[in-house]
């Protein structure tokens, strides 16, 4: 008799006396979710770190994500002292051009403007003329008949406007102001 009441025992009170020594554990679907969630965001996170590993310069292929971190803060340190530096030189720059900017229109035919800004040794011109064959090369010319080196030259053309804007280091025994006047002069007069 013993054999059937252990075999007859009510199966509603067994599954709910398991069930309160078991942990309870999300539903199947809502288990997947939380584990896609999971997925991806660690799949953005490797995302973000594979960009900093590539953008930031001194980051080796195989760093670890420390080392990554670590590289980027010292590069973003880095960039903000060269942005405070340049920011300091445009504005010695804006100071130097209000002191000497020059703008000298051209009393000939042609009506053509020469602009020049003197900082040290270096000069800016910014030269506007109608467009000529062989213009640009006459103006160069000039330059290097007054030993004037080109550091940097920019030529552009638009219907018909010829801008030319030229660096150019200017050492000269006469000085420098008396160099650039004498080149302004020679450009005006072609």
């Not at 670890?64 to 504005?91: A, S």
Request: proline fraction near 3%; aromatic fraction near 4%; charge should be positive.
């Amino acid at each position: 008799m013993e054999e059937n009441t252990k075999n007859n025992i009510d199966p509603s009170s067994t599954i709910s006396e398991m069930g309160n020594r078991k942990r309870v554990r999300p539903l199947g679907a809502k288990r997947d979710e939380v584990h896609n969630i999971e997925r991806e965001r660690r799949k953005k996170i490797t995302q973000m770190f594979t960009h900093l590993r590539t953008t930031v310069p001194s980051v080796f292929p195989k760093a670890t994500r420390e080392v990554i971190l670590n590289e980027t803060i010292e590069y973003i340190k880095e960039l903000e002292k060269k942005k405070k530096m340049l920011e300091d030189l445009k504005e010695k720059m804006k100071s130097v051009e209000a002191n000497l900017n020059l703008l000298i229109p051209c009393g000939n035919r042609n009506n053509s403007s020469v602009m020049v800004t003197v900082s040290s040794n270096v000069a800016f011109f910014g030269i506007q003329s109608v467009a000529k064959p062989g213009l640009v090369t006459v103006i160069l010319k000039v330059f290097y008949n007054n030993q004037a080196e080109i550091l940097a030259a920019n030529v552009s053309v638009d219907h018909g406007n010829l801008i030319l804007a030229i660096t150019a280091l200017i050492q000269h025994r006469h000085g420098n102001s008396a160099t650039v006047e004498k080149i302004k002069r020679e450009i005006l007069s072609l």
